[in-house]
């Protein structure tokens, strides 16, 4: 029974930054805790909750590289952070009594368990809520890639990307007061017109399987839940 969610089975994708508050940099656990409570609520409704983290709010390859760091071993750091952001996750989860596994596309196995897909599956129909660490474990790549990746071999019906805002805009609708929210746009819009969705390659990896990315306020409180139902304000990129 999946109450009145439209969907089975679904990933939630939210940047490292979602994670530290109003803090310019790190965790913020009661931030987590908050985003776990959304997850929660919504695999309390018999959702399979699939969720990717990024790690920009602890380091970002990109960042590395500008000053000076090789930009492989960077991203190798990127991937990193992103597993200390699954495993803070995995911890406010489980204080609610959601179990979890972190799966990570780098081998540590004392951490987490390696990305065997069929494995991964199995705890989805179980009821676990699955954490994909490490990105796509490949350095050039972002976690919005490996998010649009693990969806499709999960078989996810969609990606929800948890935002500050309620959907995509033709602007940043935090500057100016007239920015239009769409309702939905396509693939080739969002590419086009750079909206800022998911990076290029991460797109083009959701419209070449049409997998829909649904943007969606993470501050709003039962945002998750709503969404799911097909209720509140949302853009869909599709
Ligand atoms: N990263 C990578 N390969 C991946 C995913 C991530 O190399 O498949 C690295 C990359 O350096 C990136 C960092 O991990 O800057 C953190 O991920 P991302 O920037 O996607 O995090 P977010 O912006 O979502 O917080």
Redesign the pocket.
Known sequence: DTGNSLFKRVLLK????ALMGDQGYGLHPPTVARIAREVKSVSDMGVEVCMV?????I??????SAQGMERTT??????L??VMNALAMQSALEELGIFTRVIS?IRMDEVAEPYIRRRAVRHLEKGRVCIFA?????????????ATLRANEMACEAIFKGTKVDGVYDKDPKKFPDAKRYETVSYDECLQKHLGVMDASAIALARDNDLPIIVFSLDEPGGFRTILAGQGTYTRVG
Do not use: Q, V
């Not at 983290?53 to 709010?57: D, K, P, S, V």
């Not at 380091?59 to 590395?64: E, N, P, S, T, Y």
């Open positions: 939210i940047s490292g930054e983290i990024g790690g920009g709010n380091f970002r390859g990109l960042a590395g960077a991203d190798y750091m990127g991937m952070a992103t596309a490490a990105g796509t474990g490949n350095p050039y790549f972002t976690t919005d890639t490996a």
